[in-house]
């Protein structure tokens, strides 16, 4: 059938041929191809094993078990501080980002938490209601400087439980207040 056909035809066929194929052929590269107006980026070989780096942190103060441990890239503060043993009871977790992550060699110290008095009598250590500046009651949890102001209108006070007396301060509120004050 092709002897049958002229120089000429042949060239056309073969013509039509090439654009049938090129076309498919850039039909198959746009969809293989990502589309972006950016450059292709080539993504590293993968595979599924990745080796995890570790890391080396020492943890102490008010924990259960202060020393060095080792811990997995990406972990937390709060992770380092379970691994040795969760926190003490008188641990002030307050003052540290427990979601921080970690570096290697970091050194976690875990404060201990600062009580004023639990003496609830005259002779306490606390902050005393009677005497302190606004300032210096305003540094009791709870107490910003209009309740600083109100208990300093209403010295003198002959014990704890007549700062009740005071607007805003109920019997919860001196419950609170009642280790970080004295007379």
Request: charge should be positive; include cysteine.
């Given at each position: ?34 589309a972006s107006d950016g450059p ?144």
């Amino acid at each position: 059938m092709l002897a049958d056909l002229t120089k000429e035809q042949k060239l056309i066929i073969l013509g039509l041929v090439l654009i049938i194929c090129l076309g498919l052929v850039v039909m198959a590269f746009r969809r293989l191809a990502p589309a972006s107006d950016g450059p292709v980026m080539i993504e590293p070989f993968k595979t599924d094993y990745v080796e995890e780096k570790m890391l080396i942190v020492h943890v102490s103060g008010a924990v259960g078990n202060p020393g060095v441990y080792k811990l997995k890239t990406n972990d937390r503060i709060l992770d380092a501080i379970s691994l040795a043993g969760g926190a003490g009871s008188n641990a002030d977790l307050e003052s540290l980002n427990l979601a921080e992550i970690i570096k290697d060699g970091q050194k976690i110290i875990v404060p201990v938490r600062k009580r004023l008095s639990k003496n609830l009598d005259n002779s306490g250590s606390g902050t005393s209601i009677n005497t302190a500046s606004e300032q210096e009651l305003c540094k009791i949890p709870g107490v910003g400087k209009s309740f600083a102001q109100r208990i300093i209108a209403g010295r003198p006070y002959a014990k704890l439980e007549d700062l009740m007396k005071v607007k805003g301060i109920g019997k919860g509120k001196l419950e609170k207040m009642k280790d970080y004050i004295s007379l």
